[in-house]
Nanobody, 121 residues
Framework: VQLVESGGGLVQPGGSLRLSCASS????????MAWWRQAPGKEREFVAG????????DYADSVRDRFTISRDNAKNTVHLQMSSLNAEDTAAYYC???????????????WGQGTQVTVSS
């Protein structure tokens, strides 16, 4: 099983980034996917989740209306489009997978290694 995040980097406040998570080794179209993040000295927190067929989506209040999660089951990939970024969004971002439905608690079967997002001028 592999979950490989990409797309992180340094961005100015107010800017945008698009994260991707390429998945392999499990039946992606049967799995709920989610993005989590962890800032230094803080607990890992839920950012966004999408169920196996994309019919249910949820966001943390702190990112709602700024971030958009999507998935492409044909390419085994989940994306996180982030806009209006601010310093509080600085963190390592992780994708995670569990069967059928995402959770807002960290009970996932598989995790990626993370990609760093730094918002700074």
């Amino acid at each position: 099983v592999q979950l490989v995040e990409s797309g992180g980097g340094l961005v100015q406040p107010g800017g945008s980034l698009r994260l991707s998570c390429a998945s392999s080794g499990f039946p992606f179209s049967d799995y709920g996917m989610a993005w989590w993040r962890q800032a230094p000295g803080k607990e890992r927190e839920f950012v966004a989740g999408i169920n196996y067929d994309g019919t249910r989506i949820d966001y943390a209040d702190s990112v709602r209306d700024r971030f958009t999660i999507s998935r492409d089951n044909a390419k085994n990939t989940v994306h996180l489009q982030m806009s209006s970024l601010n310093a509080e969004d600085t963190a390592a971002y992780y994708c995670a997978a569990r069967a059928w439905m995402f959770l807002t608690t960290p009970n996932y079967e598989y995790w990626g290694q993370g990609t760093q997002v730094t918002v700074s001028s």
